[in-house]
């Protein structure tokens, strides 16, 4: 993992390095960006009583003051360009487990996972940029 201060979105790749974002030959891309809110990730920590960094969760990006749209189909723009549409809930995995007992559990309820997407748009995300929910 690796944090940075601004990346490039591609409809094909998704964000940039991150192999997961790749439209395989015949995929979906429904998880070319995945969206972490940053109260879901400090509720589930006060849950579990760790205060474990959010890129432990493998997320691609952390959201602060929006409540993710627990909507599959939802658009939202980021920054200036970048459009991704909500495909669905991302699932926590074992890899939660290992992190902290019982955070798997804590990350289940109500779309604290994440939520995964497919980009629209690409372009430019920058740290800080505004997210808007374009439709529900």
């Known amino acids: 993992m690796e944090t940075v201060d601004h990346v490039d979105v591609t ?9 997961r974002g790749t439209i395989k030959p015949g995929g979906k891309g429904r998880r070319q960006v995945t ?57 926590p995995c074992e890899r939660m487990e290992a992190l902290a007992a019982g955070l798997r559990a804590a990350m289940t309820p109500d779309w604290r996972g994440g939520a995964c997407s497919r980009v629209l748009v690409g372009g430019t995300i920058r740290v800080g940029d505004t997210i808007l929910v374009l439709e529900e």
């Open 35 to 91: 969206l972490l809110e940053r109260s879901d990730w400090d509720a589930a920590m006060a849950e579990v009583g760790h205060s474990l960094p959010w890129y432990e969760r493998r997320a691609n990006l952390l959201v602060e003051g929006l409540d993710l749209p627990q909507v599959p189909g939802t658009r939202l723009r980021i920054g200036d360009t970048v459009e991704v549409m909500i495909t669905r809930e991302t699932d």
């Open 11 to 19: 409809l094909e790749g998704g964000i940039h390095g991150d192999f």
